[in-house]
């Protein structure tokens, strides 16, 4: 049996948040940053709607901010698991986290508006950061595997053909950049699986 769970960019296209369950094991795809105004961003101060310590595995898709601005505070609320994604995409998101954490500790000082993780979680989640290459079967737990395809929408981004609980399972996370010379077209070649 796996179980699917929708948990942000669900009817809004913030917060990217997917749960995946199997009898035996618990995936995160992407774990965005509620953005815009009002109640979209008071969600990222509530608790994730399903217990961090229990998930396995993070895997993102790619480095925008509402795809990974989460994932210290799911480290904060107890996730210990690895956190996969391209070179490139972990490289950046290292880059736009520390960023994000910055602008929010200067929100802080100057409107006192509480921090959704600290320094130490935002520490504790780079450190968890496992780089696999594009187009390479990686086994997460028992026999789930992930592979990752070139996504072409920015630099590392990733298309993931999850393989868990005897189900594949496609995540696009964002597509293409078109029109653009700098990035390849986004590979479809895991659609013959």
Do not use: W
Not at 105 to 130: H, M, N, S
């Amino acid at each position: 049996m796996v179980k699917l769970g929708f948990y942000g960019a669900a009817g809004e296209v913030t917060g990217s948040n997917f749960l995946i369950e199997t009898d035996k094991h618990k995936y995160v795809v992407d774990c965005g940053l509620f953005q815009g105004a009002g109640e979209f961003t008071e969600l990222n101060d509530d608790p994730f709607e399903y217990p961090a310590g229990e998930v396995d595995a993070v895997i993102v898709t790619h480095a925008h901010l509402e795809h990974i601005g989460r994932i210290p505070k799911l480290v904060a609320e107890g996730f210990t698991g690895p956190i996969i994604g391209t070179k490139a995409t972990l490289e950046l998101t290292s880059l736009v986290l520390r960023d994000a954490y910055d602008l929010a500790e200067r929100r802080y000082e100057r409107d006192g508006k509480p921090l959704i993780f600290t320094e130490p979680d935002l520490k504790r989640a780079l450190a968890l950061f496992q780089p696999i290459p594009y187009r390479t079967r990686h086994t997460l737990f028992g026999d789930d595997v992930v592979t990752l395809y070139d996504a072409g929408h920015i630099l590392g981004s990733s298309t993931v053909h999850l393989e868990a609980g005897g189900k594949k399972i496609v995540f696009s996370g964002d597509i293409g950049h078109a029109p653009n010379i700098l990035l390849p077209a986004p590979e479809d070649e895991f659609v013959a699986d």
